[in-house]
């Protein structure tokens, strides 16, 4: 079992960049990559992007490269996401999860909010 | 890389069958047996129903099944019940460790 906790909601002025965070823990949880997914409201799933589990290898989409960070802090079992240059278009709420075959964990969510 | 295609809604009778369809490319969905569907409830995260194209994780009704033909992927949801309500999303790898959602579809219980 994998549980992940997700920091607290944010509000930012056009921009500025905001970083969330995404707690892990449980069993074997440093054998898991973690992935970004957001969901700006009323609207669809967005995959943002993946890190492996050392924190060595990472990808994202094509939208959002340039802008977004993702590192790992293995010793405290700590994601971090940092997106800059927030616009109006980014605000939303942000998953992040771990998946592997069949078995899937996920965040809380953190609603951002980029409002001038 | 752009959404894979579903329709925006599908409905449905109690005890009916629903088939939710999600067309990709021959990069993403017809490359890959690496599809998922999640099913999401309003202001809850998304729960993952089905991946590997027709893999079920432990605890999902088998009342979901999935398949796929070519680029276009399917989720049938059998003996609609009520609480099958909420909104559906695919998912595909698309290579270099990438991943791309579907646009997703609303299920109504008619």
């Known amino acids: 079992q994998v549980l992940l906790v997700q920091s607290g909601a944010e509000v930012k002025k056009p921009g500025a960049s905001v970083r969330l965070s995404c707690k892990t823990s449980?069993?074997?949880?440093?054998?898991?990559?973690i992935f970004w997914v957001r969901q700006a409201p009323g609207q669809g799933l967005e995959w943002v992007g993946m890190?492996?589990?050392?924190?060595?290898?990472?990808t994202y989409a094509q939208k959002f490269q340039g802008r977004v960070t993702l590192t790992r802090d293995s010793p405290t079992t700590v994601v971090y996401m940092e997106l800059s240059s927030l616009k109006s278009g980014d605000t939303a709420v942000y998953f992040c999860?771990?998946?592997?075959?069949?078995?899937?964990?996920w965040g809380q969510g953190t609603q951002v909010t980029v409002s001038s | 890389q752009s959404a894979l295609t579903q329709p925006a809604s599908v409905s449905g009778s109690p005890g009916q069958s629903i088939t939710i369809s999600c067309t990709g490319t021959?990069?993403?969905?017809?490359?890959?047996?690496?599809v998922s569907w999640y099913q999401q409830h309003p202001g809850k995260a998304p729960k993952l129903m089905i991946c590997?194209?027709?893999r079920r994780p432990s605890g999902v009704s088998n009342r979901f099944s999935g398949s796929k033909s070519a680029n276009t992927a399917s989720l049938t949801i059998s003996g609609l019940q009520s609480e099958d309500e909420a909104d559906y999303y695919c998912?595909?790898?698309?290579?270099?460790?990438?991943?791309?959602f579907g646009t997703g579809t609303r299920v109504t219980v008619l």
């Open positions: 999860a771990s998946e592997y075959g069949p078995t899937s964990f």
């Open positions: 449980g069993n074997n949880v440093n054998n898991y990559y």
């Open positions: 890190i492996n589990p050392s924190g060595t290898y990472t």
């Open positions: 021959s990069n993403d969905v017809g490359a890959y047996n690496y």
């Open positions: 590997d194209v027709r």
């Open positions: 998912s595909s790898y698309t290579g270099s460790n990438t991943y791309v």
